[in-house]
């Protein structure tokens, strides 16, 4: 079993920065990759990023690119999104996402049913 543990969210004003972070305990070992998902009322989760977890390979939704950088710290089995120019449309709970299964050509990370393992969900709210 893994547990993730989210952390960083919070509220802030159009424009602002946020650092999300999720550590991972347990049986970590086999982590093939770690993303973030993200939820808004009214509507249904939707992928915004996600990282390799050896070969550090990035994926971005469309709308968080050239804002959002992810990370990962394989040491302290911890990822972290890194939000910038944030805007109201971002307000949602974010919730991390690890995959324990091994990796393949053609595998749709930006899909949630391909993750094993999540987070409770922190909160991130963007005033206007």
């Known amino acids: 079993q893994v547990q993730l543990v989210e952390s960083g969210g919070g509220l802030v004003q159009a424009g602002g920065s946020l650092r999300l972070s999720c550590a991972a305990s347990?049986?970590?070992?086999?982590?093939?990759?770690m993303g973030w998902f993200r939820q808004a009322p009214g509507k249904e989760r939707e992928f915004v990023s996600t990282i390799t977890w050896i070969g550090g390979n990035t994926y971005y939704a469309d709308s968080v690119k050239g804002r959002f950088t992810i990370s990962k710290d394989n040491a302290k089995n911890t990822v972290y999104l890194q939000m910038n120019s944030l805007k109201p449309e971002d307000t949602a709970v974010y919730y991390c996402?690890?995959?324990?299964?091994?990796?393949?050509?053609?595998?749709?990370?930006?899909?949630?049913?391909?993750?094993?393992?999540w987070g409770q969900g922190t909160q991130v709210t963007v005033s206007s």
């Open positions: 347990g049986r970590t070992f086999s982590t093939s990759a």
């Open positions: 996402a690890g995959r324990s299964r091994r990796l393949g050509i053609g595998i749709p990370l930006a899909v949630g049913a391909q993750y094993d393992y």
